[in-house]
């Protein structure tokens, strides 16, 4: 399969996501008592439901994604550019639009068009189908898989691509770019951190360069796994 991939038919992305709110206390009643239910599957010890509200941010039911970063592989005089976009807002529903616009225009330009993430068919991309569908957007016709057979869902999965079938194994995006040569997107925060950087600091751009950074390193990892020659750092390029 991927000796038949091009990589500028491919747009990486990845999304950084917070609880609906800042803190459990501020959850309407009737929310509270389903994470109540929720986190009661993974409490420790004396933890109380109030105590892992962070981890609300990674369930699309109680979450809400404040940016979602894509980036794509461009050839200047035969080298390879990377340009990478952020959208990223206080008001979900605005961000989600823009990119579904973005998406269905960039999927439309040639039937080998694909989407990559690192974790993304278990996390990003159902995530990201759901905050559209509970905002009333209509998916885009990438996401809108129901129905589709296998070979006509047009998404690539770096953790995929290295379990090799092994489905009980996973290696983070961090560990596989270590390993890897690759810089590590990981020298300001990690995703534990976006929601203080997001609350506390009301700092979206920084989370931006946080998401962008992984968005590059997984495309620096997929042409790893193709055997292509990394992106130079001074190819990198932000879209404002």
């Known amino acids: 399969m991927l000796d038949r991939l091009q990589p500028e038919n491919i747009l990486f ?9 800042p803190v459990y206390n501020e959850v309407e009643e009737n929310i509270q008592k389903l994470w109540d239910k929720k986190a009661a599957f993974f409490l420790k010890d004396d933890q109380t439901p109030a105590d892992v509200y ?12 404040v940016c979602i970063s ?3 592989i461009h050839y200047v005089k035969g080298e390879m550019h990377f ?10 529903k605005k961000l989600l639009m823009e990119f579904a616009d973005m998406l269905d225009h960039f999927m439309s330009k040639s039937p080998d068009r694909n989407l ?5 068919k278990e996390f990003d ?10 905002n009333g957007i209509k998916l885009p016709q990438a996401l809108n898989i129901a129905g589709k057979k296998p070979w006509e869902i047009k998404f690539i999965d770096t953790l995929d691509l290295w379990k090799f079938g092994d489905y009980k194994h996973y290696t983070s995006l961090n560990l596989l770019t270590t390993i890897f040569g ?3 997107p990981k020298d300001d925060i990690d995703g534990s951190q976006v929601a203080d950087v997001y609350y506390r600091e009301n700092d979206l751009d920084r989370i931006a360069i946080y998401c962008e950074k992984d968005v590059l390193a997984t495309a620096q ?8 020659p990394l992106i130079e750092q001074d190819y990198f390029e932000r879209v404002i």
């Open 13 to 21: 992305i990845d999304i950084e996501t917070v609880p609906q709110h």
């Open 54 to 65: 962070q981890r609300a941010g990674i369930y699309a039911e109680f979450g809400k994604i």
């Open 70 to 72: 894509a980036g794509v």
């Open 83 to 92: 340009k990478v976009k952020s959208f990223a807002n206080d008001d979900e």
């Open 116 to 120: 990559c993430g690192h974790n993304a």
């Open 125 to 134: 991309f159902p995530y990201i189908a759901r905050r559209m569908l509970i």
């Open 182 to 184: 690759i810089p590590s």
């Open 221 to 228: 990892l997929l042409l790893r796994f193709m055997g292509k």
